[in-house]
């Protein structure tokens, strides 16, 4: 059955009689009237009491009509001994109220609800306690778990599954962690003040090192790329100078044992793999280095290791190995990688000056030599003719850097005009036209022609061997004297 319509504080008076309907004609001080409260043909409960009458009573179900008239549909109690009553006329009330019965059922309902809530109690509280009513806690434990909906009912999961903040303070994963690949743009693994910097998986097998929002270095299977992928176990490439080892300390002052170090170590004890530096160009392979620093080892006991640094290049594009140019051997001895087939700079790269404690041995070993000899008439003629030649001159760069009255003077020969005197003699060939000379059997006689392979200039420049020319003119002297000697 539907409930009956229910507003509070409506009540009006009334002066009609009869067991018909009622016309409300004005609502009591302090209530609200029938009309615009309560909707025409509803039905509510209503109670009839008299006031000029107070013996005659009534209460019911009934409802307003089109006429704004309280029409009595059926009654629950009355003083006609529940039948209706037959109002004389004169002044009483007519109110919209709530019946016996509505109480009555509301009294059961709540005694219903009432005891469903005590067993939900009794059921909740032998559950887990509102999330609310824990203890606050900043950690998870190991032994930990966490309650979560799973379909339709609930399923508690070890924290040690996920990732928690133990009491030390570290995050700790219970498994392998997996993300999205992400990008040097936006790193899957990154930081929350600085979203474009971490880590990411730009392919396969690969992790890729972000900062500020471009990949820096990438590790693969191959090796670490920094500044491109890695082509070897460890690959730097970049426009600018890719490495810099800077010392943090500088204490010590041993060769080896502090400040900056790059360290090549040898995998084995065997002699002579001592680690090597190799240089090579862009899509050269092992075979096709062009260049190398290594070590050789002499001896490699418990007590120590020592031996030779070796710089090699290679000679020619055609070769498959690496030639020895010059050994620093462990003894301190600064030698070429090969005997007697080096020369120590060239006509157009000269040192400007050398020191030395003891003056250089060369090498005048007979057994070595196809011997030819004195010098003959033609020869000794020139000598003395080159002696008479002899002077003091400035070099013209001196002269443009320090100037005339600062410049040395130095005392010797020129060039030309020995090469000139030889060629008089019959010697040699003489110097062409185009200032180029011609062949010459004579060692103490220098002529080189170059040309530059990074600006394509060239150019020539004469010398002589002064130990050479010293020792013709001696001989010429010696002669000279000898017939002076003779003549007395």
Known sequence: ?????????????????????????????????????VPPGTSFHYAVAGIAHPDEWE????????????????????????????????????ALTVGAGWFASSDTAAATASASLAALGIAVAGKQPLSTGHDPASTGAEGDTLTVRRGAGWVNIPLTALAYRDAGGTVVAGAALGGTPGSAAAPSLSFAADPNTGLFNPEADTIGFAAGGAERARLT????????????????????????????????????AKGPRLLFQSNSNTIGNGGEIVFAATGDTDVERWAAISGHILTNT??????????????????????????????GVVRPGTDNAQNLAAASYRWNNSYFGASPTVTSDAREKSWQGAADARELRAASRIAAELGFYQWNDAIAEKGAGAARRHFGVRAQTVWAIMADEGLIDAIGADGRPGTTPYAFLCWDEWTDAAGGEGGDRFGIRPDQLALFLIAAQEQRLAALEMAA
Do not use: W, Y
Request: charged share 10%; hydrophobic share 40%; aromatic share 4%.
């Open 1 to 37: 059955m539907p409930t009956p319509f229910f507003a509070d504080l409506v009540r009006e008076l009334c002066q009609e009689g009869g067991t018909g309907p009622l016309t409300p004609n004005g609502a009591v001080p302090g209530h609200r009237r029938f009309a615009g409260t």
């Open 59 to 94: 209460v019911g179900l009934g409802q307003i009509d089109g006429g704004g008239r309280l029409v009595r549909q059926s009654v629950s109690a009355s003083s006609n001994g529940g039948s209706p009553v037959d109002f004389a006329v004169g002044l009483k009330t007519l």
């Open 221 to 256: 299977a191959t090796g670490l790329g920094i500044g491109g992928t890695a082509a070897h176990a460890m690959h730097l490439r970049g426009a600018t100078p890719t490495t810099c080892i800077e010392a943090t300390t500088t204490t010590g002052t041993a060769i080896g």
């Open 302 to 331: 418990a007590s120590g290791a020592f031996g030779d640094l070796i710089l090699a290049t290679k000679a020619a594009a055609t070769d498959t190995v690496l030639s020895p140019r010059l050994v620093i051997q462990a003894s």
